[in-house]
């Protein structure tokens, strides 16, 4: 069997008094728990992320794992028939094996599967909305989309995920809430 993995990255831009930036790569595992239904699990360590664009080979990309905290991220995909459509709903969470206060959670606006390439692969994009968080993501919203690779049976993905989010709706509720 042939897996091809693409790096992974996680964009995001949240408003606060400064932005956060994260980019990350993530590995994940699906279980299918019915013909139509796949439970996920993702990890992202630490890491140095470069990216370097040059005249001989276009682009180079490395990620180096270092020494700090995780993030996971869990998600559920129910398909509604369609193999081309199916809704999801996830978390991501940032932190150590004792606490991961800091969450954002989603839930998908469409999902598309390409089995049809003659290789072994299947890929899937998704766009979602940001539908809340906790910690440094309270009341976070905005839009993530991302794109994996996985095997066959999507018990091996790696997924680019790019995320726009910010906090300002909640900050604002929280400032006319004090001074009313």
């Known amino acids: 069997m042939l897996l091809f993995l693409f790096s992974t990255a ?75 459509l199916g809704i999801e709903h996830g978390n991501f969470s940032f932190g150590t094996h004792l606490a991961r206060e800091h969450t954002f959670q989603y839930s998908s606006a469409t999902m598309h599967v390409e089995p049809n390439t003659g290789l072994a692969e299947i890929y899937t994009t998704t766009t979602a909305n940001i539908t809340g968080g906790s910690g440094a993501f309270q009341g976070a919203s905005g839009f993530l989309a991302y794109t994996c690779v996985s095997d066959e049976t999507y018990s091996q993905s790696t997924c680019s995920v790019t995320v726009i989010a910010n906090q300002n709706s909640l900050r604002k509720r929280n400032k006319n809430a004090t001074t009313a």
């Open 10 to 84: 996680v964009v995001f831009s949240v408003t606060n008094a400064a932005d956060f930036h994260y980019m990350m790569q993530y590995e994940s595992d699906c279980s299918q728990t019915s013909p139509l239904h796949l439970e996920c699990v993702g990890k992202a360590s630490s890491q140095d992320i470069s990216v370097l664009v040059d005249s001989n080979s276009a682009v180079q990309y490395q990620v180096q794992p270092v020494i700090g905290s995780y993030s996971t991220w869990l998600y559920s995909i129910v398909l509604n028939g369609d193999p081309d």
